[in-house]
């Protein structure tokens, strides 16, 4: 039902700092970027996942390992060895359920943020989030993804230009321009939600079928991701522009471009908002229209039975079918010529009469 299997039933019994993966099973092999960076140059490169970690680089250089998978355990305890990471770190590094948020340990920093997951199976009805951390340290800043999708390609390619801001930047910056990255993927959703609102609105009007009330709730559980995966930043990223932090990151100069960040999530959740209050709306259009729709039935089906009422009266009285030549009062016109035309004749004007009066009325 839900789409994929938690297994939070592994951590029970656990001490703190046992690192398990908990999380929607991945098989995809762990995959290991090394970028060395300065000024002047940049060493990008692959390692394997048995080989050495690089630790902080020297002098003003920023090392950043890309990470693309939590789910190998055996890496992510190497890993936490070899660079000192502390052991609850390591432990909310493969438990993929985190909350977002922000901690310190030290001379570190650790983050947590969410991302409404692409399209998957076709068997996943619900809609997922993909947890993205980050470990922050003077020089060196480790980034994990649960998946191998290209989510930071924008920042590689800035980072490939000589004497590009990013280049310049310390460590600090690289996780703006990280944070940048993921805040940014939440535009083009909006966009797309205001074409399919639009589209929804015009169908609402002219064709309101049921399709229409399965593709509201699937609007509105997008939109309920994104306020899920948005909402805590708003909360967590002026404690980076703000400088609330113990440890001395962000510097004076990179913390207006997390306050920057920040405006951008206050104005997407204020969009989001507006985006779900036009929601309710259509709601409530759809329900009109339903209502109006079957109203419109509803009156179409009364007037006919009302045509019909004085029709099956005069049908009824002449199929008792008393016999004439028993008495000149049973029905003499059963031997009229003309009595099977004039009797049509009469119901047909009456029904003529009654739809004159129901237009004239403005009921048709």
Known sequence: MWGKQLRWSRK??????????????????????AITYGPESIEDRFLESAGPFHGPADGTDVTWLQINGV???DLIKRLGEELKIHPLILEDLANTTQRPKLEEYADTMFMVVRLPSPPGREEETLPQTEQISFILRRGLLVSFSETSAPLFDPVLRRLQQDGSRLRLGGVDYLLYALLDVLVDEAFPFLEELEDDLNELEVDIIEKPDGEVQNRLHRIRGRMQLWHKCLSPLRYLLPRLHQQTLDIDIPGETTRPFFRDVHDHVINLQETLEGF??????LQELYLSSLSQSTNRVTKILTLTATIFIPLTFIAGIYGMNFNPAASPWNMPELNWAYGYITVLGVMALVALVMVLVFRRRRWL
Request: positive net charge.
């Open 276 to 281: 779900r209050e036009a929601v309710m709306g």
């Open 12 to 33: 029970r019994g656990q001490k703190p700092g046992t690192v398990t993966h908990v999380g929607a099973p991945r098989s995809h092999e762990v995959r290991i970027r």
């Open 71 to 73: 789910h190998d355990v």
